[in-house]
């Protein structure tokens, strides 16, 4: 699998929009873009993940360059329960689906 | 999404002692089931990949012999910590998925401390 590169911590103020980016210069064509995120003490959640396209859902959207060696999550209104540690993983598509977890960005809300 | 659950959340058990701890996928098959431990302010390490039926596969460094997991049916996991010391101390996750190419799901974890 790919590795990721992500900034270790953000701070977004609550109602703003948070963007993470994730750096996955090595990606293979058929590598999807994960997101995860772990709230303290918790396990990890799915959020969102896509291929090449822009993705939405009721979470968040997912912006994916055209060449595919970046990433940007996006939550558009960031709350207070939105603060947790964001993994940005990619993976192949088919045979084992091990998923490598980074160090990710410790994303912080703030009132 | 689906639903997976862990058993217990936490638990303390004194050095040499074995602990079990359970992973049940409520609302689907788990074909496969994997086994992360995490240290504070840590990643996620991914410990072992267990099919259901088969002998699980350990990650380079995890010791098999310490660590026994058991995928015996398509619902359910356990991780045994056999001889348990106080640097097992640890969050222990599981995640299960239905297959090549499924999504994981993880559970919600189990934190034990070895004292």
């Known amino acids: 699998d790919a590795k990721t590169t992500q900034p270790t911590s953000m701070d977004c103020a609550e109602g703003r929009a948070a963007n993470l980016p994730c750096n996955h210069s090595t990606i293979s064509g058929n590598e999807y873009v994960y997101w995860y995120r772990q709230i303290h003490s918790q396990g990890p959640q799915y959020i969102i993940h896509?291929?090449?396209n822009n993705e939405t859902n009721e979470m968040a959207s997912l912006i994916i360059t055209e060449d595919r060696k970046s990433s940007t999550l996006i939550l558009p209104h960031a709350t207070l329960r939105d603060t947790a540690v964001y993994y940005c993983i990619v993976r192949v598509s088919t045979g084992a689906n091990n998923l490598f977890f980074g160090t990710g960005t410790r994303l912080t809300v703030i009132p | 999404g689906a639903v997976v659950s862990q058993h217990p959340s936490r638990v303390i058990c004194k050095s040499g002692t074995s602990v079990k701890i359970e992973c049940r996928s409520l609302?689907?098959?788990?074909?496969?089931m994997f086994w992360y431990r995490q240290f504070p302010k840590k990643s996620l390490m991914l410990m072992a990949t267990?099919?259901?039926?088969?002998?699980?596969?350990?990650e380079q460094g995890v010791e098999k012999d310490k660590f026994l997991i058991n995928h015996a049916s398509l619902t359910l996991s356990t991780l045994t910590v056999t001889s348990a010391h106080p640097e097992d101390s640890s969050f222990y996750i599981c995640?299960?998925?239905?297959?090549?190419?499924?999504?994981?799901?993880f559970g919600p974890g189990t934190r034990l401390t070895v004292t």
């Open positions: 267990s099919n259901e039926g088969s002998k699980a596969t350990y």
């Open positions: 995640s299960a998925s239905g297959g090549i190419g499924y999504e994981q799901y």
């Open positions: 896509g291929l090449k």
């Open positions: 609302d689907f098959q788990a074909t496969t």
